[in-house]
């Protein structure tokens, strides 16, 4: 099966700088990377998405990018600000509509300190 | 209301009883799945299901059982206890192209 590597597992920055957490992947067959944000005491929500014929995508403050060679991607969050502070997963599938399962990382805890 | 809602949020149990975690959506969703989470190990897939006829085995199966009970609902069973199954589980509806999925607040189950 997949397995699904991410770094860090814990994360300080000052609010206003850049955070950037790094995954790893498997399986070539993986073809759909989501971002979970999880705040305190609350379920993952979705953050950001990519799919492997996009090398980046970008929503505001966040992006995600994605190199098929390496099998990495990275979720990138600009201007940091406290409500940021979460636990951050990745996860890859090889398609949500072929039934495929969502292997998920292990989890970055991100503090931002104001 | 939630559109993912999971009871009970949190349970303590003991040794070897038999608990149920329940799980139901408004979403319209098909697909219902059931994850565990502990500490450093991230989201683990138990079981998951992708209509009313359909059950599939996760990554950790053993130990639990499933049963949908209708689209809407999708409950986890823990027919005897241990210890070693304390741990947060979250129940997520999955649907449409997106590839979204959507999940409860989380059930907190201790095993003493």
């Known amino acids: 099966g997949e397995n699904v590597e991410q770094h860090p597992s814990t994360l300080s920055v000052q609010e206003g700088d850049s955070a950037v957490i790094k995954c790893t992947y498997s399986?070539?067959?993986?073809?759909?990377f989501p971002w979970y944000k999880q705040e305190l005491g609350k379920g993952p929500q979705l953050i950001i998405d990519?799919?492997?014929?996009?090398g980046e995508k970008k929503d505001q403050r966040i992006a995600v990018t994605l190199n098929k060679t390496a099998k990495h991607f990275s979720l990138h969050i600009t201007e940091t600000q406290p409500e940021d502070s979460a636990v951050y997963f990745c996860?890859?599938?090889?398609?949500?509509?072929?039934?495929?399962?969502?292997?998920f990382g292990t989890g970055t805890s991100l503090t931002v300190i104001p | 209301d939630a559109d993912v809602t999971q009871t009970p949020r949190n349970r303590i149990t003991k040794t070897g009883k038999r608990i149920m975690l329940e799980c139901s959506q408004t979403?319209?969703?098909?697909?219902m799945y059931w994850y565990r989470q502990d500490p450093g190990l991230g989201l683990q897939l138990i079981y998951y299901?992708?209509?009313?006829?359909?059950?599939n085995k996760g990554e950790i199966s053993d130990g639990y059982s499933v049963s949908r009970q209708a689209q809407a609902k999708f409950s986890l069973s823990l027919e005897s206890a241990i210890p070693n199954q304390t741990a947060l589980y979250f129940c997520?509806?999955?649907?449409?192209?997106?590839?979204?999925?959507?999940f409860g607040e989380g059930s907190r189950l201790t095993v003493l």
């Open positions: 996860a890859a599938s090889k398609g949500f509509n072929t039934g495929n399962q969502f292997y």
């Open positions: 399986d070539s067959a993986s073809n759909y």
């Open positions: 990519i799919r492997s014929n996009v």
């Open positions: 979403k319209g969703h098909d697909r």
């Open positions: 299901s992708f209509d009313v006829k359909d059950i």
């Open positions: 997520a509806t999955g649907g449409g192209m997106a590839g979204e999925l959507f």
